[in-house]
């Protein structure tokens, strides 16, 4: 249960994360790709039963 809410939540910032604004497009994928590398370590976490 407390994976799903995790993984739930980890997704909602990813997508939060997105440089949609004409001043965040300078800062790259930085933002994204780090919480998606935690997205995905939290779905491996998840899969193998650690949460």
């Known amino acids: ?7 739930v939540i980890l997704i909602l910032l990813l997508i939060g994360a997105f440089p949609a604004w004409p ?11 780090t919480l998606g590398l ?4 939290v779905v491996i976490l998840v899969v193998l039963g650690r949460i």
């Open 38 to 41: 935690i997205v995905v370590i």
């Open 1 to 7: 249960m407390l994976g799903t809410i995790l993984l």
């Open 23 to 33: 001043y965040s497009r300078g800062w790259g994928y930085a933002p994204t790709g």
